[in-house]
């Protein structure tokens, strides 16, 4: 399933990101992920929202550079090894994986969620689903 993300560029500077989470607190809108990378000038921060138009919308009303991109949100088996069975298939079926970042939703289950970027989203799912890899549909990773 095809998950939108967010990813705002935010100049390195102290309070950006809290400027960032603010604006989206005081719209009701909900993180579920985050990544954030940085260069010594500026940072990009993906998020997973649960409202990824309002987002957008209310962060560009705002002056901040948003871009919109899909994402696959894989779930894994949380134990060692869990992760790089997932990588296999990908790579097995020539799928690059641009960036990643992982979160843990209910320890209990025994699974965390992956949210990948690759070169070639629809093969990744193919492939994802010939080998009975979960994803999560965009209402079920918006409410984690």
Same mark, same amino acid.
């Given at each position: 399933? =095809?998950?939108?993300?967010?990813?705002?560029?935010?100049? @390195?500077? *102290?309070? /950006?990101?809290?400027? %960032? $989470?603010?604006?989206?607190?005081?719209?009701?809108?909900?993180?579920?992920?985050? +990544?954030?990378?940085? $260069?010594?000038?500026?940072?990009? #921060?993906?998020?997973?929202? @649960?409202? *990824?138009? /309002?987002?957008?919308?209310?962060? &560009?009303?705002?002056?901040? %550079? =948003? /871009?919109? +991109?899909?994402?696959?949100?894989?779930?894994?088996?949380?134990? *060692? !090894? !869990? #992760?790089?069975? %997932?990588?296999?298939? #990908?790579?097995?079926?020539?799928? $690059? %994986?641009?960036?990643?970042?992982?979160? =843990? !939703?209910?320890?209990?289950? !025994?699974?965390?969620?992956?949210? #990948? &970027?690759? @070169?070639?989203?629809?093969?990744?799912? /193919?492939?994802?689903?010939?080998?009975?890899? +979960?994803?999560?549909? *965009?209402?079920?990773?918006?409410?984690?």
């Amino acid at each position: 399933m =095809v998950i939108k993300q967010i990813s705002v560029f935010v100049e @390195n500077v *102290p309070g /950006k990101i809290v400027e %960032v $989470s603010q604006i989206l607190g005081e719209n009701n809108i909900d993180m579920s992920a985050l +990544s954030l990378a940085d $260069s010594s000038d500026f940072g990009i #921060l993906r998020l997973i929202v @649960n409202d *990824p138009e /309002k987002a957008y919308q209310v962060l &560009r009303e705002h002056a901040f %550079v =948003v /871009k919109q +991109s899909e994402v696959i949100a894989a779930v894994i088996d949380d134990r *060692p !090894g !869990g #992760l790089t069975a %997932v990588l296999k298939i #990908l790579a097995q079926e020539n799928v $690059s %994986v641009e960036y990643m970042y992982a979160f =843990v !939703g209910n320890r209990q289950d !025994g699974h965390a969620v992956v949210v #990948l &970027r690759t @070169n070639n989203q629809a093969a990744a799912q /193919k492939a994802l689903d010939t080998h009975h890899i +979960s994803t999560l549909a *965009p209402q079920d990773i918006y409410r984690l």
